[in-house]
T-cell receptor, first 114, second 117 residues
Framework: SQQGEEDPQALSIQEGENATMNCSYKTSINNLQWYRQNSGRGLVHLILIRSNEREKHSGRLRVTLDTSKKSSSLLITASRAADTASYFCATARAGGTSYGKLTFGQGTILTVHP | GAVVSQHPSRVICKSGTSVKIECRSLDFQATTMFWYRQFPKKSLMLMATSNEGSKATYEQGVEKDKFLINHASLTLSTLTVTSAHPEDSSFYIC?????????????FGPGTRLTVL
């Protein structure tokens, strides 16, 4: 079952604005990853944050992780029209038979208007 | 970076036929490959996990006789959709992981769009 829940389901903003997407999960995790998917295409790995990390940056991306609340956020600053895509969080569970498996959230569809 | 390819990228077939989708890791050895299914505007659902040289482990609700997975080498896994029906139409994505370039990180293929008429 999909344990990740993302909000909002859809986000529409103007170019230059910031976009924030949230992800919640239910079980203990090893790490949490964010992916981007353009329509009808494969996944592009954006960033991975480990369970012992609280914040991570990569270019215009900032990811936070709050393991006490079992939630993460992805912030895209100074958005561009090319950022238009679906964004998914995915959690890698800690230990057991699920080791290595990723569970994906429902995704946020981001539209950036030029 | 690690590259994973899928072939074909798109396939249309008649109901009742079988379709084979290949997933290859091009520049690393994939000890584990994962197969996902994605419906339009939906998330990825893990179907099965395959380890090289052993039988695939299927997620609950996925018919192993319907979706045959073979992981015969460290660079190739195949998913065969047997006796395909229109409800099998979907986007199928594989991922591969190994000890390198990053231990156990999954690298995704570009996906295969299957349409069953």
């Amino acid at each position: 079952s999909q344990q990740g829940e993302e909000d909002p389901q859809a986000l529409s903003i103007q170019e230059g604005e910031n976009a924030t997407m949230n992800c919640s999960y239910k079980t203990s995790i090893n790490n949490l990853q964010w992916y981007r998917q353009n329509s009808g295409r494969g996944l592009v790995h954006l960033i991975l944050i480990r369970s012992n990390e609280r914040e991570k940056h990569s270019g215009r991306l900032r990811v936070t992780l709050d393991t006490s609340k079992k939630s993460s956020s992805l912030l895209i600053t100074a958005s561009r029209a090319a950022d238009t895509a679906s964004y998914f969080c995915a959690t890698a569970r800690a230990g057991g038979t699920s080791y290595g498996k990723l569970t994906f959230g429902q995704g946020t569809i981001l539209t950036v208007h030029p | 970076g690690a590259v994973v390819s899928q072939h074909p990228s798109r396939v249309i077939c008649k109901s009742g036929t079988s379709v084979k989708i290949e997933c290859r890791s091009l520049d690393f050895q994939a000890t584990t490959m994962f197969w996902y299914r994605q419906f339009p505007k939906k998330s990825l659902m893990l179907m099965a996990t395959s380890n090289e040289g052993s039988k695939a482990t299927y997620e609950q609700g996925v018919e192993k006789d319907k979706f045959l997975i073979n992981h015969a080498s460290l660079t190739l896994s195949t998913l065969t959709v047997t006796s395909a029906h229109p409800e099998d139409s979907s986007f199928y994505i594989c991922s591969a992981s190994g000890q390198t370039p990053v231990v156990n990180e999954q690298f995704f293929g570009p996906g295969t769009r299957l349409t069953v008429l």
